[in-house]
């Protein structure tokens, strides 16, 4: 499309005529890249959605300062992914901890969104979609409440197993904080369902053949080496993830398990020279190996 645009724009140019002459011609060669869609079906919006921008709909604050401005764009420096499963579920994950999980429909007649959280409360967006020249998809939820468009670029695509996405909600448990202190073997499962999500991480990344994997959303006490797995100090782990427990003793405590049985852990697999398999397959062995320990601890 590029091509063709710039083989045309000379072509005029030879002829001494300008695209300014023809404004109409102008605009449409200039967003031919950019293409919306009309219609919106539930398999176009799955998948996952990353928040690039918030604007305001309408021009009655034109007069507003550059602080509002700034503020407006504080959710776009916070972080938001939007995930959308097949089976109507959702979850949306922030750079500031806040994890939600719900339903959600799609109104096509009407270009609506529904979305139903968990806690109660329910959400009617006006949606559009379009194309980047790029390609890449952009989905725009128009929050009139607030007078914003919240608008989102294309992320992931869906995986063969859709409940093998790291941020599917039952792989994002650990999120939740608990209401009262949790005994030993609830920190374990705790511990493991966090395991099973970074595993997931790594082996979604495969499936889905990335460049770059990201932990921006999942950060805690693992660390990930180029072919190896290792621990944090405790006083550099996220804050986020400590107050996912019901207290600082109970994140220490949890943190303390994983400790041990990673010192007790050791993985002889050759490696295959590919270090997001490599690592994935020795979460594999921690996870398994924490499973085993508490088990035996139950018994």
């Known amino acids: 499309m590029r091509k063709n645009y710039i083989g045309f724009y000379s072509r005029l140019r030879a002829g001494r005529f300008s695209l300014l002459a023809f404004p109409s011609l102008f605009l449409a060669l200039l967003f031919s890249g950019c293409l919306s869609k009309k219609t919106i079906d539930e398999k176009l919006v799955t998948g996952s959605w990353q928040l690039f ?50 339903k959600w429909t799609l109104e096509n007649s009407n270009l609506l969104i529904h979305l139903n959280s968990d806690n109660g409360h329910s959400s009617v967006f006006p949606i559009s979609f379009e194309e980047n020249l790029k390609g890449r998809g952009l989905l725009s939820f128009t929050d009139k409440k607030n007078d914003v468009v919240l608008k989102f670029i294309e992320g992931s695509a869906p995986l063969k197993n859709f409940k093998d996405d790291p941020f599917y909600a039952e792989n994002n448990e650990w999120r939740f904080r608990p209401p009262a202190p949790e005994d030993s073997s609830l920190l374990a499962k705790r511990i493991t369902n966090y395991l099973k999500h970074v595993a997931l991480i790594l082996n979604a990344a495969t499936e889905r053949k990335q460049d770059v994997v990201s932990f921006t959303y999942s950060q805690g006490p693992i660390k990930i080496y180029n072919g190896g797995i290792g621990i944090y100090s405790f006083d550099i782990v996220p804050e986020i993830w400590k107050k996912s427990f019901y207290s600082p003793e109970d994140a220490q405590a949890a943190y303390t398990q994983y400790e041990k049985v990673l010192e007790k852990s050791h993985y002889r697999g050759a490696s295959s020279g590919n270090w997001v398999l490599d690592d994935y397959n020795i979460l594999l062995g921690i996870y398994d190996e924490f499973t085993r320990n508490s088990n035996n601890a139950v018994k």
């Open 53 to 102: 921008d918030v604007v305001q709909v309408s021009r009655a604050g034109v007069n507003d300062s550059f602080s509002k401005l700034a503020m407006l764009k504080r959710d776009v420096k916070i972080g938001a992914l939007f995930n959308f499963f097949k089976d109507s579920s959702y979850t949306v994950v922030k750079g500031n901890g806040v994890f939600e999980k719900g």
